[in-house]
């Protein structure tokens, strides 16, 4: 149970054998518990939010919901997904980009990033309807981390650092087996979860490949954007009135 206990302290802010909770040298590895653990920050995310809606209005219950779910997760994607915001979108070379997404300061286009991203999760979550919440919320987190394992198998664009350090200790049947994860998701949700998982893969192709280009490669900034631009992609396919009925 290492490696679950390894997930869950570097995906989480939930408590863990003390002895789990530094050093991810063997993060890789641990990787196959990823997907899981999105189910478990999703089901959260969409217990609060059943809670919330019961006293309070939807719109505030949906800024409560994604509030929970960002001090769930300690906000270590949006981290990254401002840090690489900084960078893959600086007009200068890519070598400067990697040393501007190293900067702890965030600039102009991640603090950009940062409120629309969030602005674009709260909208999404309050258009739910209340009984596709405890679908929308799990798979979204779930998928998300489903296609870190994905991107751990890109080129990275550094030689050292987190991205280097995941992508050492995975392996390509953890991909294939946590694959169930967003199967039975989908089966679920019939059309609209088949829908939601193209949009997520179509947003973690795009920013990987916007990586490739404008930095040489991936980084685990990048992995942090993937999984924000994942899991609104999620939200926001199943905001669309796509004809379907929950099996």
Wanted: a neutral charge; aromatic letters at 10%; hydrophobic letters at 55%.
């Amino acid at each position: 149970m290492k490696s679950f206990w390894t997930a869950l302290t570097f995906l989480t802010i939930l408590p863990s054998p003390k002895k789990y909770s530094a050093g991810y040298e063997n993060l890789g590895v641990s990787a196959v518990w990823f997907p899981l653990i999105g189910v478990l920050i999703g089901g959260i995310a969409a217990l609060a939010f059943s809670g919330f809606i019961l006293f309070l209005p939807k719109d505030l219950s949906s800024v409560l919901t994604v509030l929970v779910w960002i001090v769930i997760t300690g906000g270590l994607h949006l981290d990254g997904l401002a840090d690489c915001l900084d960078g893959i979108l600086n007009s200068s070379t890519a070598d400067r980009r990697l040393e501007i997404m190293k900067d702890s300061r965030i600039g102009t286009f991640g603090a950009i990033g940062l409120v629309f991203i969030i602005l674009l999760k709260v909208a999404a979550v309050q258009e739910l309807q209340d009984q596709s919440a405890w679908i929308a919320l799990p798979m979204a987190a779930c998928l998300a981390r489903w296609l870190l394992l994905w991107a751990g198998f890109q080129k990275m664009a550094r030689s050292d650092g987190l991205g280097v350090s995941f992508q050492i200790g995975i392996r390509r049947w953890h991909l294939l087996f946590t694959s169930i994860f967003p199967l039975i998701f989908i089966l679920i949700a019939g059309v609209p979860g088949l829908v939601a998982a193209a949009f997520a893969c179509l947003a973690a192709f795009t920013i990987s490949s916007l990586a490739r280009a404008r930095l040489g490669g991936l980084t685990g900034d990048v992995m942090g954007c993937v999984v924000e631009m994942t899991e609104v992609a999620v939200l926001i396919a199943f905001n669309l009135p796509i004809h379907g009925q929950f099996l």
